[in-house]
C-alpha cells in the first residue's frame, strides 16, 4: 500500500487535480456551446489527462532527481529519498503519458498533439533545458500549463478558438506568477543547488516587479473573455483580480518572504475559481 501510495505522489497529485480541473472546465464550456458528446468522453478525456499531467510531472521528478535529493523542499519526494528507483520512475511516467496521449488520440488527433507538446515543453525545455540554465526557464515552461485546455477543447471540438486560447493564456500567465512566488520563499534552496531562477540570479525587488507586471496581463486577459461568459464570470474575475492586484503590489511595498509566500498561496485558489465561474455561467 505504502508503494501505491509512493507512485501517486511522485504525480504530484496537487498540481494535476488543478490542471485537469481546467482542462474540464474547458471541455465543460465546448459541450455546451456545442450541444454535444456524451459522458464517456468527458470521462475519457479526464482520465486522459491525469495519466498525462501525472506521467509528465513524474518525468520531471525523474529528470529534477539529483537536486531534489539536494534540496530541503524535495528532499523527500519518492525519488530522492529511494522510496522509487529512477528508472522505475522513468518507465512509470513513459507509460503514463502513452496511455493518456493514446486516449485522447481516438478522440481527436489534434487533441494528442497539444498532450506531447504539453509534455515537451514541460519535460524537455522546461525541466531538461532550460531550467538549470536560463532566468527565464519558467517563461519558457509556462506553456505546458496551459496544454490541458486545448487537449479538452480539441478533443470536443475538433479545432481551436478564441475562447481556448484565451483560457490557456490566462493559465500561461498566472504560471511564472505562482513559480516566482515560491521561488522567492525558497530561494535559498535554489541558490544552493544553482538553478537560476529569477530571485537567484537577480533580486528579489526585481523578482517582484515581474510578478506585478504578470499579474496586470493575468487581470487583463481574464476581462477580455467577460464578453464570452456572463455575470458569475463577470463578477469573479474582477474580484479575484482585484485580489491579486492587491497582494502583488503589497509585495512591492513589503518585499518579504512571507508576502510571497502569501501570493504564492492564493494564486492556485485564483485560478480554480476563475475556471469555476466559467463553468458556472455556462450551466447554471
Known amino acids: 500500500m505504502a508503494k501505491v501510495k509512493d507512485y501517486i505522489e511522485v504525480t504530484k497529485p496537487r498540481s494535476v487535480l488543478l490542471l485537469v ?15 454535444t458528446t456524451e459522458p464517456c468522453v468527458l470521462a475519457i478525456i479526464t482520465l486522459a489527462l491525469i495519466l498525462g499531467t501525472g506521467g509528465t510531472n513524474a518525468l520531471t521528478c525523474y529528470i529534477d532527481r539529483d537536486i531534489d535529493a539536494q534540496m530541503s523542499r524535495t528532499e523527500h519526494r519518492p525519488i530522492p529519498s529511494g522510496r522509487i528507483e529512477p528508472k522505475k520512475a522513468l518507465i512509470y511516467s513513459l507509460i503514463l503519458i502513452f496511455i493518456g496521449t493514446v486516449l485522447v488520440y481516438f478522440l481527436h488527433p489534434l487533441a494528442a498533439l497539444f498532450m506531447l507538446l504539453g509534455v515537451g515543453d514541460s519535460a524537455l525545455v522546461y525541466n531538461a533545458i532550460t531550467k538549470r540554465k536560463s532566468p527565464l526557464n519558467i517563461v519558457l515552461g509556462a506553456p505546458a500549463g496551459g496544454m490541458p485546455v486545448l487537449v479538452a477543447w480539441s478533443a470536443i471540438a475538433g479545432k481551436v478558438e478564441f475562447i481556448p ?36 540570479v537577480t533580486s528579489h525587488e526585481t523578482t517582484i516587479r515581474w510578478i506585478a507586471l504578470f499579474a496586470l496581463a493575468l487581470v487583463t486577459f481574464s476581462l477580455f473573455l467577460i464578453t464570452s461568459f456572463g455575470r458569475i464570470y463577470l463578477i469573479s474575475s474582477i474580484a479575484a483580480g482585484i485580489i491579486i492586484a492587491i497582494m502583488s503590489i503589497r509585495l512591492i511595498f513589503t518585499p518579504e518572504k512571507k508576502m510571497s509566500w502569501q501570493l504564492f498561496k492564493f494564486s492556485s485558489p485564483y485560478l480554480f475559481l476563475i475556471f469555476l465561474a466559467m463553468i458556472l455561467d455556462c450551466w447554471i
Open 165 to 200: 486560447v484565451m483560457m490557456a493564456l490566462l493559465i500561461i500567465f498566472w504560471t511564472p506568477i505562482h513559480i516566482w512566488s515560491l521561488a522567492i520563499y525558497f530561494s535559498d534552496d535554489y541558490e544552493k543547488v544553482k538553478v537560476p531562477m529569477l530571485p537567484v
Open 21 to 35: 480541473f481546467t482542462a474540464l472546465a474547458a471541455a465543460l464550456v465546448a459541450v455546451k456551446i456545442y450541444s
